[in-house]
T-cell receptor, first 111, second 116 residues
Framework: DAGITQSPRHKVTETGTPVTLRCHQT?????MYWYRQDPGHGLRLIHY???????DKGEVSDGYSVSRSKTEDFLLTLESATSSQTSVYFC??????????FGQGTRLTVV | AQTVTQSQPEMSVQEAETVTLSCTYD???????LFWYKQPPSRQMILVIR??????QNATENRFSVNFQKAAKSFSLKISDSQLGDTAMYFC?????????????FGKGTKLTVNP
């Protein structure tokens, strides 16, 4: 195992409420990523981080923000959840050329 | 921008037979990496095999092998001696090393069913 833990594993929330997903790694990797997985779309990059307090946007960043105050933790926040953000969210770490190693995923349902 | 296309949404194979999953990609980069990931019903994303674009030799990992055709931008996955445990979604992915970071672009996936 690559030592990546996501919490919570499942969450149901109401439209308009804020939601924070947490990713914790024990591998001391510099780079961390948040992807979302939707049927018919594969996985798409939301945001990524290249160090403490250093983050950047991915392909589908609208409506999401991230923070990284420690090397081991990368947080994804939905400021005001919408039904279109119902998805499975994956955190990943990677070492270039070796591929990404993923957490278990978080299934988020916005009702 | 890079794109990855998996043209087979679903496939099925009989146990012990061989199956090939297709993947094509589009990029202007010359140095990159390609990957196949397996996602069983447990939802875990598992790296199956990786290929470095600068290597002509096709990667192999036990029953899994790839056919990498750089000029054609094709990267297919062959699974030999299929097992029931191979039933899963399979994703092809593309990555470029950018200062140590490697953001991946994924195809939409192929759902593989291995029948007894």
């Amino acid at each position: 195992d690559a030592g990546i833990t996501q919490s919570p594993r499942h969450k149901v929330t109401e439209t308009g409420t804020p939601v924070t997903l947490r990713c914790h790694q024990t591998e001391n990797h510099r780079y961390m990523y948040w992807y979302r997985q939707d049927p018919g779309h594969g996985l798409r990059l939301i945001h990524y981080s290249y160090g403490v307090k250093d983050t950047d946007k991915g392909e589908v960043s609208d409506g999401y923000s991230v923070s990284r105050s420690k090397t081991e933790d990368f947080l994804l926040t939905l400021e005001s959840a919408t039904s279109s953000q119902t998805s499975v969210y994956f955190c990943a770490i990677s070492a270039s050329g070796h591929g990404a190693f993923f957490g278990q995923g978080t299934r988020l349902t916005v009702v | 921008a890079q794109t990855v296309t998996q043209s087979q949404p679903e496939m099925s194979v009989q146990e012990a037979e061989t199956v090939t999953l297709s993947c094509t990609y589009d990029t202007s980069e010359s140095n990159y990496y390609l990957f196949w990931y397996k996602q069983p019903p447990s939802r875990q994303m598992i790296l199956v095999i990786r290929q470095e674009a600068y290597k002509q030799q096709n990667a192999t990992e036990n029953r899994f092998s790839v056919n990498f055709q750089k000029a054609a931008k094709s990267f297919s996955l062959k699974i030999s001696d299929s097992q029931l445990g191979d039933t899963a979604m399979y994703f092809c992915a593309f990555g470029v090393n950018q200062g140590g970071s490697e953001k991946l672009v994924f195809g939409k996936g192929t759902k593989l069913t291995v029948n007894p």
